[in-house]
């Protein structure tokens, strides 16, 4: 999972504090293949469960049809942690405590616990402090359930953005409600799962202007043959490749399929898997002429797909003559 760490999250606090102000992208929907965002304002990292800068291990991440129904599109961002005590999911700046709009679904089969963090400063924060507020979010198993920071009641104290060190407590209230207290202002808030080790799904992760709606990797399927032209009866051999944007071959499972030249396309054989070169290779006999493609069944990362089709041409053997005239 290529994530950026909690230390990512004290840093930007730190240049927030003196800038006083961060960039908003209002991008609207945005479509991901995995856990880079491309943009600095929300990403996803990992942090400890009991502190901001608690010990961590960083997570593994997959792309998940479902689970259940999406809450957009057809799939989600499988995260796996490698133990307990780490939370992982979304980091979002906001330039309003009071009207921060971020918010994350999160999926569990077997239910998660899970943290959320905020950081801000206000008006009557003096100069390298600012109000840290944390509280605890459980998910249970069914279904996808939606958290978003404003409706979270947080537990606020007032921390020394060097040393993290407690300055003053608040007491338990939402961000709206401090921003009230306290007065607007900037901040980020970070809000992670699978503090129990337990395996979750994240998706429509939404701040700064956009939602973020994680799907499958584009893939390119593409087809081969030894020669154009066999004699009747004879094989010819048929080889496919699938690569991802970059021209990686994945190695992708292949279906051969097959039709006489407008006719309907049907399997041949069974799935071919590929050798460790990527490639996918079958000897098909032909008796008439052919076109044939491979099939990409649909998998958890990647929705199915087709090569173009390729024809070999048949020659039929030559009808002999019933020796009249001779």
């Known amino acids: 999972m290529r994530v950026r760490s909690r230390a990512t999250a004290v840093v930007t606090m730190a240049a927030l504090a003196a800038a006083g102000t961060s960039t908003a992208y209002a991008d609207g929907s945005r479509t991901l293949t995995g856990p880079v965002t491309g943009d600095a304002d929300v990403f996803m990292t990992y942090v400890g469960c009991d502190s901001l800068d608690g010990t961590t291990s960083a997570p593994g991440s997959r792309l ?28 979002a700046a906001f330039d309003s405590l009071n009207g921060v ?81 306290h007065g607007d202002g900037p901040g980020f808030v970070v809000t992670g799962f699978g503090c129990d080790g337990r395996a979750f799904n994240v998706d429509a992760v939404t701040a700064s202007g956009s939602t973020f709606d994680f799907e499958g990797v584009t893939l390119t399927t593409t087809v081969a ?23 990686r071959a994945t190695g992708d499972t292949l279906v051969l399929e097959s039709r006489r030249p407008g006719g309907e396309w049907a399997p041949v054989g069974e799935p071919v898997l590929s050798g460790p070169d990527g490639l996918a290779r079958v000897d098909v006999p032909l008796t008439e002429t052919t076109e044939l493609r491979w099939h990409r069944p649909q998998s958890q990362y990647a929705d199915e797909g087709w090569s173009e089709p390729v024809t070999v041409t048949v020659a039929q053997p030559a009808t002999p003559t019933d020796g009249a005239g001779q």
């Open 225 to 247: 043959v030894d020669r154009p032209q066999v004699p009747a009866g004879e094989s010819v051999a048929v080889t496919g490749r699938v690569t991802e944007g970059g021209g």
């Open 64 to 91: 998940n049809l479902g689970p259940y129904s999406a809450p957009l599109g057809r799939r989600s961002l499988g995260i796996v942690p490698t133990g307990t005590g780490t939370a992982s999911g979304p980091y």
């Open 101 to 181: 709009e971020a918010s994350v679904s999160v999926a569990a089969t077997g239910g998660t616990r899970g943290v959320s963090y905020v950081m801000a400063v206000t008006p009557d924060s003096p100069p390298g402090t600012a109000w840290s507020g944390r509280a605890d979010v459980d998910v249970e198993a069914g279904s996808w359930t939606t958290v978003a920071t404003s409706s979270l009641a947080y537990d606020w104290t007032l921390v020394d953005l060097t040393t993290q060190a407690p300055l003053a407590q608040e007491g338990r209230a939402t961000t709206g409600e401090l921003a009230a207290r």
